[in-house]
């Protein structure tokens, strides 16, 4: 039985045993009593709140949506402090087994805690007690024992330490400051001690001032050195700053590249022929992230045109980003005549912007005045999707039809009712001739614009759609990581292009058709060659892919926790 003070949890938790306790608070072990969960939690206590119980409830329910992350399964408070209830994570921990790594299994398992810190910085949230109790064993690794502290604020960059193991502590933070890179250095000496199987304390000289666990490791990959070494600097400024920059480096090495490559090794738009030799293994291309954008919300919708950046968030606030300058150009939002509701689709076409949105209306707006200079809207109407094809402007539609506005006159043309459900996407030929389109009812279907009729209705469970400019293919993802091409003809015949690890939730081929970015509902964001589906580059992300916009060369994402990163092609070394 736990000791000190105890739960007044309404007899909600039959407490088991103590986990932990120091000054600030203690960890318990519980089994619920009145709330469905199975199985036993974790309770964390807080003798002394730092922050309202609402706030804190509701930032770690966001951040535990992480599946390498504990979830947060209640909280309450009382006269004795805050009480947090987490799942338990029943998965051994690595200090369960000590025996070296190979530098091939080192690899994955670093990159991927690097995407788990990724996403916990996003939120402004340091760990600050990573070490190998902390990090549990499973198909991927987890890490528990979330710190419950106030995120940092957008000005501050560090706070006062507590807590933490002094063998996996940073030198400042055990100096008494905690920031992003303390937690980068803990991780990476957790890695040395798995590649090594040495204790902290063994793997660093005194007495010549430096790491000795390079004289202790054969045939370490040049790029796993290079990260690990500056993982573990330990003057701040010589440091990673943020886990995206180690993500950078080590997705270099080519033993990932490799193993990626193989995995998405499928045919692609032209069908495999027995007899014919697999395709080379493609060039990696880095990219260099340029904007990381955290004050937009959750933004829902992007659009792309040379140096400008359209975003849209999920409350209806529209922000026109200059890339080359690095700021908002104009912002419209319910001050400026805006939207009301999320934004479903963003548009650009000349000099103007077009917005759909759950309010019901489609806007338009002059990128030369900042002004709004047509709304459109119909009865009971939720524009769920834009595309432009001269004459038209195309509309889809949650009740499943599609309307073609004259984008001269802006009088409605023409409407396609044969979807029964939510459009999810639409988009055209290069040639403005076709228009393809995906719906909940579980079909893709063609269209000719010219002829204003249905081509073809195509069995598809499709979430996201990108046309070749040829218009002879469509590239479809759906839930279950599958990006499949519909090469359109007399039959019109479909293969299997590549694979991803969670449902794609978006997807954008380039102009030129030659790379495709593919965004999904976990942390992936990959480029794959869009002839033959090879992966060539594999970008950490925030969790849950919402939109793409991508042209090529610049690669833009948005993701559920309110971040949008911008990335640029980096120039071959």
Known sequence: MATGKQPNNGDRYKIIETLGQGRQGQTLLARPLAIDFPGAVVIKHSYYPQEPLDNLVKRLRTVGQHPQLPALIDGWQTDAGQFLAFEQITAPSIEADFSPWSPAALEPWLLSLLSVLEYLHSFRL?????RPANIRQGPQPILVDLSVAPPLARQEIARSATGGDAAYAA????????????DLYSLGLVAVRLLTGLAPFDLYSVADNRWIWPDLVADLPKNLTTVLHKLLERPLDSRYVCANQATTDLQKSPSLFLWDQARSLLPAMGKNQPGLPAPRA????????????????????????????????????????DLAAGKDVYVFNNRRRGHRDRINALIFYGHL????SNDGTVRLWNLNSGKLTHSLTRLGWQPTDLAIAPPYLIISNGTGQ???????????CHTFSQHQDWISGIATSANGQRLASISRDRTLRLWSLPDQQLLETLASQSQAMAFHPSGNHVIVGNNQGQIDVWHIGTPTTQDRLCSTGDGVSALELSPDARLLAVGTEGNTLKVYQGADGQCVSDLPQGWGVIAIAFDGHTLVSSSQDETVTVWRQAPMP
């Open 171 to 182: 030198p400042e933070q055990i100096l008494g400051t905690l920031v992003y890179a303390s």
């Open 126 to 130: 340091v760990h600050g007690d990573i």
């Open 353 to 356: 912007l077009c917005s759909a």
């Open 402 to 412: 599609i309307t073609l506005w004259d984008l001269e006159q802006l009088t409605l």
């Open 282 to 321: 493609a060039e990696p291309i880095r990219w260099q992230s340029c904007y990381r954008l955290t004050d937009k919300g959750i933004t829902t919708a992007l659009a792309l045109q040379g140096k400008r950046l359209a975003m849209g968030n999920s409350t209806g606030g529209i922000f026109v980003f």
